[in-house]
């Protein structure tokens, strides 16, 4: 196995016929936990570079099903399935609320888990996702594109079976009739301004549905978490870190 940045804690959770692998950065860290859920295909190890630079608080992620490694799971899964697992892998860390982060496949899931689970999500970032995964203008060839070629990065890292059941789980997927009811809850978008996959407008549709909603388009296409690692990171930090009337009045400006 190759080295994971930061060196985090890795373990596997065993819970309803799956084996699921997580990796703690800063495990036991005082604050809010931050959640991060990745691509579809993509495991623990793309993520770290990113993961592994913010600070002052537990970071944590898992390999879904297929994934990186966590084997296979035997049935499909839906999203609001998924959602509840990941929450119950939580309650196992001992995490009660959490910040929560999701980038592309994962941003739909991390809509999914703060409609499920409100009361235990303080804060949201979603990146480069969408309201809607069959929404017009998703367009998965430009993963070909030259930013991301150079990145070096190795994506997916996920079984045909693991693929096929993530691709599943949000088929004809929506959060567009849910988003409505987080009006509470302090949301940053982050969009590629190149995203040539999921378009920066997906951004704006999300900022249009919740309440409040905070919309950055950055430098990079559709791998800038991971091809802009720093950068992405610092903005995560900010927003998680800034004093709730701060957040506020940066929706309002």
């Known amino acids: 196995m190759s080295r994971i940045s930061g060196r985090p804690v890795i373990g596997t959770e065993h819970l309803y016929g799956l084996a699921l692998r997580t990796a703690r950065w800063r495990k036991g860290s005082t604050g809010v936990p931050l959640l991060f859920l990745n691509g579809i295909g993509a495991d623990i190890a793309a993520a770290a570079p990113l993961l592994a630079q913010i600070h002052g608080r537990e970071v944590w992620t898992l390999d879904m099903p297929g994934v990186g490694g966590s084997p296979d799971a035997i049935l499909p899964y839906t ?28 941003g739909a899931l991390a809509q999914q888990i703060a409609v499920q689970f409100p009361a235990r999500i303080r804060r949201m970032v979603l990146m480069a996702t969408t309201p809607s995964v069959g929404a017009p203008g998703i367009g998965w060839a430009a993963l070909l594109d030259d930013d991301m070629l150079a990145s070096g990065l190795k994506l997916p890292t996920a079984t045909p079976l693991g693929l096929a059941y993530q691709a599943m789980a949000m088929a004809g997927w929506t959060s567009a009739a849910m988003l409505p009811q987080l009006k509470n809850m ?68």
């Open 186 to 253: 302090p949301t940053l978008i982050l969009m590629g301004r190149r995203d040539g996959v999921v378009p920066a407008a997906h951004g704006q549709a999300i900022a249009d549905l919740i309440d409040g909603a905070i919309l950055e388009v950055v430098p990079g296409s559709h791998l800038f978490p991971f091809t802009h690692a720093a950068d992405t990171a610092a903005r995560i930090s900010a927003f998680l870190e800034q004093p709730a009337e701060a957040t506020a009045e940066q929706a309002a400006a």
């Open 79 to 106: 999203a609001p399935t998924m959602a509840a697992i990941v929450m119950e892998i939580a309650e196992r860390f001992g995490h009660s609320q959490l910040d929560l982060a999701g980038f592309s496949w994962g």
